[in-house]
């Protein structure tokens, strides 16, 4: 058996419940293979692909917090701290019911490509918990940071491990957290990234992860004989990224036409918008019902939450869509849709928000396809510079932080492209950032030696 092949049977079998981490490492693995097999003695004599794959530390732990109510309440939390050969572990929290290890592997997994994409110096970690900040009170949302903060700041620091934000960990969040921090290990340092502008934010982090989408898809639009004006397009989500997108896609000339939130979605024919949709989202922390109620050109469609059941979004005719809320969204089904409707790209603002035969079938069709790893670098990026920014204790304007973002996510894609064609698989752009990420890690694993 190839060795590829081994140790993708190891994961499934060590880690068994874990679906998405599954997916995840079969989807990097397969994209890899003609690059192990051509140094395949020597990644085997070192077990490359099984330290690859498995975390250098897991920490799980219990977050106890008490409601409004006085009742106690208990939420399972972690933090992977998946590979440290390039940089200290670097990655958000996400807080969502449906968090659980899995979910948490796969996406620390997918961290240490992207990281490695972004050719800045940051490992691969991702942490979080099962607590829903959804409905809670800012007094609870604050009682739950805390308490998790509690226990994770042992294990992280600004040169070990920096955390962010990811579904459910906003600007709100990160602050109670950051508070915490300080207060329990007394030092001011760059220990979380995504902070408000008054104690060590950077300009951008907040827009970095949708804008960095947009600039990286009008690279692969112009590379490819298209240009971003006047295309529609469909988003999902509603939340950081989807939000952010929106607004860059719009200031490049294009039609954002869909959103979407877990219990509905969007058809707004006069195009998003943006300053109503950031009021009901950032504002109100309100469902997309407010959103169609405030809005005579909006159609509001109850149902088909993303993860799994896929979204009503893929439907609506598009020339270029972005899944932007969470893993699974876009399915086979939404991209035999997308393709019959002339959809020309997909670029993946969420983490594997497509699925392996959804993927496979856009590719096979023509379709420009983005996966999440080179096309939502750009939050992460960003927050590598905030952290060179709390290193250096100053601030960067806007316009340098965005002419960096923007470069960053260039570069990506001419990456993933010059690496494709190396290794003959031109335009395929999943095997380009899987490979070229893999590269700079392994080369930095091995001169580690055995660690
Ligand atoms: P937010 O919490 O700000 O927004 C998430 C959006 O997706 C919301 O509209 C939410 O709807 C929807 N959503 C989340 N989970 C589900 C679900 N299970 N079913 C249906 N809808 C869902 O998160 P972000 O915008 O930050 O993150 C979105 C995606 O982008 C995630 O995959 C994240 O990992 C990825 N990402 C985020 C980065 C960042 O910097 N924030 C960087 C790179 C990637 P509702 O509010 O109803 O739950
Ligand atoms: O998935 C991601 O890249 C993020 N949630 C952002 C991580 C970060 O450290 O900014």
Not at 14 to 32: G, I
Not at 45 to 63: I, N, S
Not at 111 to 129: D, E, Y
Not at 307 to 335: F, R, Y
Request: aromatic share 8%; hydrophobic share 40%.
């Amino acid at each position: 058996m190839s060795y590829v092949d081994e140790v993708f049977n190891l994961v499934v079998e060590k880690n068994p419940a874990q679906p998405e981490f599954h997916q995840a490492v079969k989807e990097v693995l397969e994209s890899l293979r003609v690059v192990i097999e051509a140094n395949e003695e020597a990644y085997r004599r070192d077990a490359l692909l099984e330290r690859l794959v498995t975390p250098e530390r897991q920490l799980l732990f219990r977050v106890p917090w008490v409601d409004d109510k006085g009742q106690v309440q208990v939420n399972n939390a972690f933090r992977v701290q998946f590979n440290s050969a390039i940089g200290p572990y670097k990655g958000g929290l996400r807080l969502h019911p449906s968090v659980n290890l899995g979910i948490i592997k796969f996406l620390g997994f997918e961290q240490i490509f992207k990281n490695s994409l972004t050719g800045l110096p940051i490992g691969g970690g991702k942490g979080g918990s099962d607590f829903d900040p959804k409905g809670k009170s800012d007094r609870e949302v604050m009682a739950f940071c805390q308490s998790f903060m509690t226990e994770l700041n042992k294990y992280i620091g600004a040169d070990t491990d920096v955390p962010a934000g990811d579904i459910g960990t906003g600007a709100r969040e990160i602050g109670y957290m950051y508070g915490q921090y300080k207060r329990i290990r007394g030092v001011y340092e760059g220990v979380l990234t995504g902070k408000g502008l008054s104690y060590g934010g950077s300009l951008v982090r907040t827009e970095a992860t949708g804008y960095g989408l947009l600039y990286l898809t009008e690279e692969m639009l112009k590379c490819n004989g298209h240009d971003i004006k006047g295309k529609t397009v469909v988003i999902s989500g509603s939340g950081n990224v989807a939000i952010y997108a929106c607004q860059k896609a719009q200031q490049l000339g294009a039609k954002v036409v869909t959103v979407s939130d877990s219990t509905g979605w969007i058809y707004d024919s006069e195009g998003i918008d943006v300053v109503l949709l950031k009021e009901v989202k950032e504002v109100k922390r309100a469902r997309l019902t407010e959103y169609a109620a405030a809005r005579s050109s909006a159609v509001y469609h109850e149902g088909k939450s993303a993860e799994g059941a896929g979204s009503g979004v893929w439907s609506v005719k598009c020339d270029v869509a972005l899944p932007c809320a969470t893993q699974n969204e876009l399915l086979l089904d939404d991209a035999k849709a997308l393709v019959a409707n002339g959809c020309i790209a997909v670029a993946e603002g969420a983490n594997m928000p497509t699925t392996i035969e959804a993927t496979q079938y856009l590719q096979e069709n023509g379709v420009l396809f983005a996966p999440g790893k080179a096309a939502n670098a750009g939050g992460v990026a960003t927050s590598a510079l905030e952290m060179s920014q709390n290193s250096e204790r100053l601030s960067w304007t806007f316009e340098e932080v965005d002419g960096k973002l923007k470069n960053i996510m260039v570069n990506i894609f001419h990456n993933l492209d010059d690496a494709a064609k190396k290794y003959n698989m031109e335009g395929n752009y999943v095997a380009g950032a899987n490979i070229a990420g893999f590269l700079k890690v392994a080369d930095a694993m091995t001169a580690q030696g055995i660690v």
